[in-house]
């Protein structure tokens, strides 16, 4: 049986294999693995694309991730919250131009109580019951999620940044640890949330032996969706003159995934676009079959700056649903109106 044969029927690696398909330079290989991850895809979810509205809703975080453009000790970014009216306003642009999920995302704010985020959410729901919400706000106690859920967050993503002790020492300070971010995850799942994890790839530290783990991770969490983007330096950060990662690795870790894990949603993130400008479709064509626009008010959105040179930050990306229909349109693909759930 071929490599890639054996990786998508026993759905797992070794890290021989990993190490492989990341370095080969062998393109009749490299291209079986793209189209083999594209036919899993097409087999779980056809031609079809799901989008999800992203609002950020504040970049306030008392975290403060090496990697990160909007940890606390940035002094440079200029902080912004979104009332729960301005939210809500940006999800009934978003029904009209035919989103069915909202992602709420922000720092970890502690200003947004959890009294605040489950107004928040119960509202979106009842205004739109045929939508779902997704919150990524980071580490919360077992007892807020609950409060989430009971209150309508159907999602959460909370990317474990790196599955590697070690590697999760090196992008982050002291007061944070991977055992309990992996916890977060686990309380997730169990309370019921279609749970996504995650990890940037090329960050500052990461070995193979890293990112076997955070694949090793994946198979033994069996997220619902994961996020994978790459690094992307921020120049106020302590990462500032750190290489990014690179497109080919970001398309070659998404077939991989989508092999060992055929059902996960698997977005094509920002930061792909941002490295490259077809990397989101690149993504879609390598196996990722989500696609998150952004509905933040256009007077925020240059200011919630995880990394340099973010795209669709300027008033011209007004319509970002419209120009995702029209990248997925042009190779191939159908963005469908729909939540999107996992299947
Ligand atoms: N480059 C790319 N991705 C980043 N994130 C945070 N900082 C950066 C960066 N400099 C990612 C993290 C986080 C998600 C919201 O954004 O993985 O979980
Ligand atoms: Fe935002 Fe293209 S998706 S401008």
Same mark, same amino acid.
């Given at each position: 049986?071929?490599?890639?044969?054996?990786?998508?029927?026993?759905?797992?690696?070794?890290?021989?294999?990993?190490?492989?398909?990341?370095?080969?330079?062998?393109?009749?290989?490299?291209?079986?693995?793209?189209?083999?991850?594209?036919?899993?895809?097409?087999?779980?979810?056809?031609?079809?694309?799901?989008?999800?509205?992203?609002?950020?809703?504040?970049?306030?975080?008392?975290?403060?991730?090496?990697?990160?453009?909007?940890?606390?000790?940035?002094?440079?970014?200029?902080?912004?919250?979104?009332?729960?009216?301005? !939210?809500?306003?940006?999800?009934?642009?978003?029904?009209?131009? &035919?989103?069915?999920?909202?992602?709420?995302?922000?720092?970890?704010?502690?200003?947004?109580?959890?009294?605040?985020?489950?107004?928040?959410?119960?509202?979106?729901?009842?205004?739109?019951?045929?939508?779902?919400?997704?919150?990524?706000?980071?580490?919360?106690?077992?007892?807020?999620?609950?409060?989430?859920?009971?209150?309508?967050?159907?999602?959460?993503?909370?990317?474990?940044?790196?599955?590697?002790?070690?590697?999760?020492?090196?992008?982050?300070?002291?007061?944070?640890?991977?055992?309990?971010?992996?916890?977060?995850?686990?309380?997730?799942?169990?309370?019921?949330?279609?749970?996504?994890? &995650?990890?940037?790839?090329?960050?500052?530290?990461?070995?193979?032996?890293?990112?076997?783990?955070?694949?090793?991770?994946?198979?033994?969490?069996?997220?619902?969706?994961? &996020?994978?983007?790459?690094?992307?330096?921020?120049?106020?950060?302590?990462?500032?003159?750190?290489?990014?990662?690179?497109?080919?690795?970001?398309?070659?870790?998404?077939?991989?995934?989508?092999?060992?894990?055929?059902?996960?949603?698997?977005?094509?993130?920002?930061?792909?676009?941002?490295?490259?400008?077809?990397?989101?479709?690149?993504? !879609?064509?390598? &196996?990722?079959?989500?696609?998150?626009?952004?509905?933040?008010?256009?007077?925020?959105?240059?200011?919630?700056?995880?990394?340099?040179?973010?795209?669709?930050?300027?008033?011209?990306?007004?319509?970002?649903?419209?120009?995702?229909?029209?990248?997925?349109?042009?190779?191939?693909?159908?963005?469908?109106?729909?939540?999107?759930?996992?299947?």
């Amino acid at each position: 049986m071929s490599l890639i044969e054996e990786i998508r029927t026993r759905q797992n690696i070794t890290k021989d294999q990993l190490v492989h398909l990341l370095t080969t330079e062998d393109e009749s290989l490299l291209t079986r693995l793209k189209i083999t991850a594209r036919a899993v895809a097409d087999s779980v979810y056809g031609n079809q694309i799901f989008i999800r509205g992203l609002i950020e809703f504040t970049n306030y975080c008392k975290n403060d991730c090496y990697y990160c453009g909007i940890r606390r000790s940035n002094t440079r970014s200029d902080r912004y919250r979104l009332t729960e009216d301005q !939210i809500l306003s940006c999800c009934q642009n978003g029904y009209e131009l &035919g989103f069915r999920t909202f992602v709420l995302q922000g720092g970890e704010d502690p200003w947004y109580s959890d009294d605040k985020i489950c107004a928040v959410v119960s509202r979106i729901r009842s205004s739109y019951p045929d939508c779902a919400v997704t919150l990524s706000i980071g580490e919360k106690s077992e007892e807020s999620y609950q409060r989430f859920f009971d209150a309508g967050a159907d999602r959460y993503l909370l990317r474990h940044e790196t599955a590697d002790e070690t590697h999760y020492r090196k992008l982050h300070p002291e007061e944070m640890s991977l055992s309990h971010r992996k916890n977060c995850l686990r309380t997730l799942k169990r309370i019921g949330y279609q749970t996504g994890c &995650g990890f940037m790839v090329g960050s500052p530290f990461q070995t193979m032996d890293s990112l076997y783990e955070d694949l090793m991770f994946i198979l033994e969490l069996q997220p619902e969706m994961t &996020g994978i983007g790459p690094f992307i330096p921020h120049k106020d950060t302590p990462f500032a003159d750190r290489p990014a990662g690179t497109l080919d690795r970001t398309l070659r870790l998404l077939s991989i995934i989508r092999l060992l894990h055929p059902h996960v949603l698997l977005p094509a993130t920002t930061a792909l676009g941002t490295i490259h400008p077809l990397g989101r479709e690149m993504g !879609i064509q390598a &196996g990722a079959n989500v696609v998150m626009p952004n509905l933040s008010p256009t007077d925020v959105r240059g200011k919630y700056l995880l990394y340099d040179n973010k795209i669709c930050t300027g008033d011209e990306a007004a319509e970002c649903r419209c120009c995702m229909q029209r990248r997925m349109e042009g190779i191939g693909y159908e963005v469908v109106t729909d939540r999107g759930d996992f299947r």
